[in-house]
């Protein structure tokens, strides 16, 4: 089965936005495998967004999510990376159709909520990232 790393953003912790957001991986039909709270070290959130580097929003994004704290996941499903990227919405929440986490709940693309693997490669390399073996059911 396919795994998916999902991230709710420090914005989406701190508006309460937790419980939402997990109902809505739920009723689509997913199972959570593994969860939980932390303020993320800016070496973790490097590594995570290494292939944004040399983006000019790098310093300020780390910065921003190190902040903490966020929740970080795992969820288990058929498609659970592609139908992930469409519950969550585009970057940009002014892209984002009314029906999905960023389009309903998001403003601006810094505070975009949450964060969710763009490929089965990276939510592999997302979950090796974040979690160790044991902490996944
Ligand atoms: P994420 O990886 O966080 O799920 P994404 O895959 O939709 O988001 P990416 O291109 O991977 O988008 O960008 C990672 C994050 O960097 C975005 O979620 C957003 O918070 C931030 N970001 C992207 N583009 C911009 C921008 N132009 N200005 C400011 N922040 C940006
Ligand atoms: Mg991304």
């Not at 929003?57 to 780390?62: P, Q, R």
């Not at 389009?103 to 979690?131: C, M, P, T």
Request: glycine share 10%.
């Amino acid at each position: 089965t396919i795994e998916n790393f999902i991230m709710i953003k420090p914005d989406g912790v701190q508006r309460g936005l937790c419980g939402v957001i997990i109902k809505r991986f739920e009723r689509k039909g997913y199972k959570l495998i593994g969860l939980k709270m932390l303020n993320p070290t800016e070496e973790i959130l490097k590594e995570h967004y290494k292939d944004l580097a040399d983006k000019p929003f790098f310093k300020k994004l780390v910065n921003y999510i190190s902040q903490g704290p966020v929740i970080a996941m795992v969820w288990e499903g058929v498609d659970i990376v592609k139908q992930g990227r469409r519950i969550i919405g585009e970057t940009n929440p002014l892209d984002s159709a009314v029906g999905t986490i960023r389009g309903d709940f998001g403003l601006e693309v810094g505070r975009n909520i949450i964060h969710g693997s763009d490929s089965v490669a990276s939510a592999n390399r997302e979950i090796n990232l974040w979690f160790k073996a044991d902490e996944l059911i």
